[in-house]
Nanobody
């Protein structure tokens, strides 16, 4: 079955950096959109960055200029480089991919299990 596994979360001081990675595995035929979401305690999950298969990117205003999303289509991975981290970036971070499999027609979204990012002095 398809699996998405995030890694790279942890604790960092304000102003620090972290790099998150998400790797997809399984009977995947094609990956379209890759996204990063985050969810802080007591808040709704929000989409913060996304990247199309051709490499074009978009960011939520809250992370624009500080976070950079990238992807490697051959490795079926997406990374989120997070710089100048702030306490308000503290959240569980999830990757999401729209992909098609070798056994299903069409594409649908898949989620990773999440990785915790904590920014505090």
């Amino acid at each position: 079955q398809v699996q998405l596994v995030e890694s790279g979360g942890g604790s960092v001081q304000p102003g620090g950096s972290l790099r998150l990675s998400c790797a997809a595995s399984g009977p995947i035929s094609r990956i379209f959109l890759m996204r990063w979401y985050r969810q802080a305690p007591g808040k709704e999950r929000e989409m913060i960055a996304w990247i199309y298969s051709v490499g074009s990117t978009n960011y939520d205003d809250s992370v624009k200029g500080r976070f950079t999303i990238s992807r490697d289509n051959a490795k079926m991975t997406t990374d989120l480089q997070m710089n100048s981290l702030k306490p308000e970036d503290t959240a569980m971070y999830y990757c999401n991919m729209d992909l098609s499999t070798t056994s299903e027609s069409g594409a649908r979204g898949y989620w990773g299990q999440g990785t915790q990012v904590t920014v505090s002095p």
